[in-house]
């Protein structure tokens, strides 16, 4: 069961064939976080045109409560994009592997660049800071 407090990221990843779709909803999300069924998204980062961090192909990053998890969930599946969505603990290799759920086809993640348990950086960073 999620707490409904509880921070998460969704990382939506996007190439070259889905950008504008991606654009759509980053539009979309950015214009109405914070209001109606998107109360609870607090933050839609910049998109990222290039690999960074453990993601290798560009991405863009959602911040949100554990409240609005079905509704971020749902945005992403009807446009069809490929996703990680991850809470926030003290352990990023976890929440970027054992703990996270995919939508769509899961890609290799460099976990090498990834905090080490009890230093999860994401959890300063929840809600106002992007790559």
Do not use: C
Request: avoid cysteine; proline fraction near 6%; charged fraction near 20%.
């Amino acid at each position: 069961m999620t707490d409904a407090n509880e921070p998460f990221h969704a990382h939506i990843y996007y190439e070259a064939f889905d950008r504008s779709t991606a654009q759509q909803l980053h539009s979309e999300l950015q214009a109405k976080k914070g209001t109606g069924d998107l109360v609870d998204v607090i933050f839609v980062g910049v998109m990222t045109d290039r690999a960074v961090g453990p993601h290798p192909i560009p991405q863009y990053e959602v911040h949100f409560y554990g409240k609005a998890l079905p509704t971020v969930l749902e945005r992403i599946k009807v446009n069809r994009l490929r996703a990680l969505v991850h809470r926030l603990t003290n352990d990023d290799l976890a929440d970027h592997t054992s703990q996270a759920l995919w939508i769509g086809e899961p890609l290799p993640l460099d976990l090498s660049v990834l905090d080490p348990a009890g230093m999860n950086q994401g959890i300063a960073r929840f809600g106002n800071s992007d790559f």
